[in-house]
């Protein structure tokens, strides 16, 4: 099925150590983010690409790394978690997000919530 | 200071009732806002989208309305079914900036 697969669902990390969240869609989309989103706050934006070989920062971007080697895959890093970053991490794709092209929905997976210990 | 703020924060209603959500926004210029639903343990789904010039969208039960000159939104849920039950969530997208600005949403919960 077409859509955002994000993996894993769920990741237990020790402060200090790393890994990297994985984020594909099959669209074709040009746009893709991460999101963070805590309990009682809005989804903040970490890292976005409009493109392969693109990447720009979000809102919250530090500790976290991205790249965006091929238009399908979007991988977040976290280099060297920390339990502030206990969080769900979605990450979204859409056709495009410049509005002159048109108002495109955003297609998010279904999440990794991630705990770091 | 966030620029979308949605009431209520949550709320409970009975099956069959509707209900209305709010959203206060102050980004601008705007260029979309958008209504997502969220299930628990998923990610947002949308449900509308409309521009600055639009006043109302429909996607079945929902019907989402804009005045762009108060900078207010609301999402009317019409006969609340039990799988309405979800946190809604109010998003602006700027004019000229890729980064969307999302309000903290509103947890709705039908009972039987």
């Known amino acids: 099925n077409a859509g955002v697969t994000q993996t894993p669902k769920f990741q237990v990390l020790k402060t200090g150590q790393s890994m990297t969240l994985q984020c594909a869609q099959d669209?074709?989309?040009?746009?893709m983010s991460w999101y963070r989103q805590d309990p009682g706050m809005g989804l903040r934006l970490i890292h976005y690409?409009?493109?392969?070989?693109?990447?720009d920062q979000g809102e919250v971007p530090n500790g976290y790394n991205v790249s965006r080697s091929t238009t399908e895959d979007f991988p977040l890093r976290l280099l060297s978690a920390a339990p502030s970053q206990t969080s769900v991490y979605f990450c979204?794709?859409?056709?495009?997000?410049?509005?002159?092209?048109?108002?495109?929905?955003?297609?998010f997976g279904s999440g990794t919530r991630l705990t770091v210990v | 200071k966030n620029q979308v703020e949605q009431s209520p924060q949550s709320l409970i209603i009975l099956e069959g009732k509707n209900c209305t959500l709010q959203?206060?926004?102050?980004?601008?210029?705007?260029?979309?806002l958008r209504w997502y639903k969220q299930d628990t343990g998923r990610g947002p789904v949308s449900l509308t989208i409309?521009?600055?010039?639009?006043n109302t969208k429909s996607n079945g039960r929902y019907t989402a309305t804009l005045d762009a000159d108060t900078k207010q939104s609301s999402l009317h849920i019409t006969a609340s079914q039990l799988s309405d039950s979800a946190s809604y969530i109010c998003?602006?997208?700027?004019?000229?900036?890729?980064?969307?600005?999302f309000g903290a949403g509103t947890t709705v919960t039908v009972r039987a």
């Open positions: 690409s409009v493109g392969a070989g693109i990447t």
């Open positions: 669209m074709n989309h040009e746009y």
């Open positions: 998003v602006v997208s700027p004019l000229n900036d890729y980064k969307l600005s």
């Open positions: 979204a794709s859409s056709y495009s997000n410049r509005p002159v092209r048109g108002n495109y929905g955003y297609t």
């Open positions: 409309m521009t600055f010039s639009e």
């Open positions: 959203c206060n926004y102050t980004v601008s210029p705007f260029s979309n």
